[in-house]
């Protein structure tokens, strides 16, 4: 499994992004998908999920602000932000568990600032 993920850049407060994770492997539209980001300092924190059917479930640190939605054909999911904070601004990853692993993605760094 190999996950690339995409779309990151700088945006003012309030602003919107949308990210991309790009996975590889026929079993990646079976997995649940999660969304993680680290900010300078910090740990690693949860932004949401979504599983197969598209049930997604959200951490509270963007709840209400992310949406998370995916194209099983495509083997893409996508990270949607919005009214950005700078405190939102981190390395955004994605992530699956599969077969007792964890495989993670090379990041997108997420950049607030005015």
Same mark, same amino acid.
């Given at each position: &499994?190999? +996950?690339a993920?995409?779309?990151?850049? &700088? &945006?003012?407060?309030?602003?919107? +992004?949308? +990210?991309t ?7 990646? $539209?079976? *997995?649940v998908?999660?969304? @993680?980001?680290?900010?300078?300092? /910090?740990? $690693?924190?949860? &932004?949401?999920? =979504?599983? +197969? ?8 640190? *963007?709840?209400? $602000?992310?949406? =998370?939605t $995916?194209? #099983?054909?495509?083997? *893409?999911?996508? !990270?949607q *932000?919005s %009214? !950005?904070?700078?405190e939102?601004t981190?390395? @955004? @990853?994605? %992530?699956?568990? @599969? /077969?007792?692993?964890s ?7 997420v950049?607030? #600032?005015?």
């Amino acid at each position: &499994v190999q +996950l690339a993920e995409s779309g990151g850049g &700088v &945006v003012q407060p309030g602003g919107s +992004l949308k +990210l991309t994770c790009t996975g590889s492997g026929s079993a990646f $539209r079976f *997995m649940v998908v999660g969304w @993680y980001r680290q900010a300078p300092g /910090k740990q $690693r924190e949860f &932004v949401g999920d =979504i599983g +197969l059917g598209g049930t997604t479930m959200y951490g509270d640190a *963007m709840k209400g $602000r992310a949406t =998370i939605t $995916r194209d #099983s054909d495509k083997d *893409m999911v996508w !990270l949607q *932000m919005s %009214n !950005l904070r700078p405190e939102d601004t981190a390395v @955004y @990853y994605c %992530n699956v568990e @599969y /077969k007792g692993q964890s495989y993670w993605g090379q990041g997108t760094q997420v950049t607030v #600032s005015s």
